[in-house]
């Protein structure tokens, strides 16, 4: 029997009449003679609301803590749609993440999945159930709950189509797949009918959140072939797939912006061997992702380093470097919330040349300053002014003619 997971994001089970929705589709996929394991986030605004009330309690709340919270919300989902499948004759059954083997190191609200024992779900599946799994979340070794970063529901399908050695993986969602650019942001944004790993990879971890970056990161791993598509219709959608030669002709494949990242500056900081160690060691070992990074030269003995990082990590960025900073002899921070990240990526950049420049005048021409610059093979990325970043989206989306004619 083909075996497939399908992964239902927030707004595809949004309300309990979407939830019912979502069982009809499963309940006609069974019906053609397929094994099933479904995972569900949970219903969308929930974590952010979960994570709200944690914010009212308490401005730092602890890993652990705010983990048993925010499981709640997938706990929820994958109830009701195991109750509404078998509200429509379909066996069905609900794990979550724990009881599906999910299991994860020890990093709270970052997890990594480690090891995914499919034991219990391969018998559930033998015995002719639909198996609902609880996205986003697993358990440490310690037996303590732990959930997988933002939009983390991604990885446990991926990571279980894997596990279960799925013939097919699909990630249903609100939009009908994988586009140039946000299509909420750039109307003229155009569905992409398959994407590389590598792209798909750049524009997540550059801000395109249809695809959690790990999610990719551990797809192009262990070669998982998905599909990104719709659960409102039944259009096709986009497969992310290998990169084959042909994919290099299209210098750039899209547009992405990050909202979510804050500029840091550590300015006056003694200018010798080990400083910048010492400030990007602190902030790792506070699981802290730091992603662009520039220094400028040093004068008089003292360097400035700006970076920018999460901006729900701001504060304890903040925190940690202060007692860094003067174990170095000084040293002050300061930070900026209202910035956006601004990235086209595209394999052919590999073997064309003029992508930065071409970008630089685009933005330049429609008078938007450029921050701080950083390129990798595949990617170019500005930081801007937040108050620009959707309309620099649409101005780069234009200058690569991605526009859809
Ligand atoms: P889900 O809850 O199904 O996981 P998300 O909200 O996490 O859905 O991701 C889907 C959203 O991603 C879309 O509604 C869209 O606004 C946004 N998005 C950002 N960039 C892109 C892109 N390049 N292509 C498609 N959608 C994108
Ligand atoms: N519910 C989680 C979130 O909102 C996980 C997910 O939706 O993928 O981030
Ligand atoms: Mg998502």
New binding site residues.
């Given amino acids: 029997m083909p075996r497939i997971v399908q992964k239902?994001?927030?707004?595809?089970v949004g309300d309990v009449e979407r939830i019912k929705k979502v069982a009809e589709r499963i309940k006609a996929v069974r019906d053609e003679g397929n094994e099933l394991v479904v995972v569900v986030?949970a219903r969308?605004g929930v974590t952010n609301e979960l994570l709200a009330r944690a914010q009212a309690v308490c401005t730092l709340p602890s890993g652990r803590e705010l983990d048993q919270l925010l499981a709640i919300g997938e706990q929820e989902t994958i109830a009701l749609t195991a109750m509404a499948l078998n509200g429509i004759g379909v066996p069905a059954v609900s794990y979550t993440g724990a009881q599906a083997g999910i299991f994860t190191d020890r990093v709270h609200t970052k997890a990594k999945i480690k090891t995914i024992n499919s034991k219990p779900i391969e018998k559930d599946l033998a015995a002719g159930k639909v198996v609902i799994v609880a996205g986003f979340q697993g358990i440490n070794e310690e037996g303590q709950t732990t959930t997988l970063g933002r939009?983390g529901?991604?990885l446990s399908a991926i990571a279980l189509a894997a596990a279960v050695k799925a013939d097919r993986c699909e990630i249903?969602?609100?939009?009908d797949?994988?586009?140039?650019?946000?299509?909420?942001v750039v109307k003229s944004?155009r569905k992409l009918d398959e994407i590389s790993y590598d792209e798909m990879l750049e524009?997540a971890s550059s801000g395109?959140?249809?695809m959690q970056s790990r999610s990719v990161e551990f797809a192009k791993k262990y070669g998982v072939v998905f599909e990104v598509r719709s659960s409102f219709n039944h259009n096709p959608g986009t497969i992310v797939k290998e990169e084959v030669a042909y994919m290099e002709q299209v210098v750039v494949r899209?547009v992405?912006v990050d909202k979510d990242q804050a500029k840091v500056l550590v300015s006056n900081i003694v200018d010798k061997p080990g400083s910048a160690a010492k400030v990007f060691r602190t902030l790792a070992d506070a699981n802290i992702i730091v992603d662009m990074i520039v220094q400028n030269v040093g004068r008089q003995g003292v360097a400035n380093l700006t970076f920018t990082v999460p901006k729900p990590d701001v504060a304890a960025a903040v925190r940690v470097l202060e007692p860094a900073l003067k174990e170095l002899g000084g040293g002050e921070i300061s930070m900026d919330p209202k910035i956006a990240k601004l990235s086209v990526v595209g394999v052919g950049m590999k073997t064309h040349s003029g992508t930065a420049a071409n970008l630089f005048q685009a933005l330049a021409q429609a008078g938007i300053n450029i921050g701080l610059i950083s390129t990798s093979e595949i990617k170019i990325s500005v930081v801007i002014d937040l108050d620009r970043a959707d309309e620099a989206a649409r101005v780069a989306h234009a200058a690569f003619k991605l526009d859809a004619s």
Avoid: I, N, Q
């Fill in positions: 239902y994001g927030g707004t595809s986030s969308a939009g529901s991604d249903y969602t609100d939009v797949g994988v586009y140039t650019a946000d299509p909420r944004a524009l395109s959140k249809v899209g992405a």
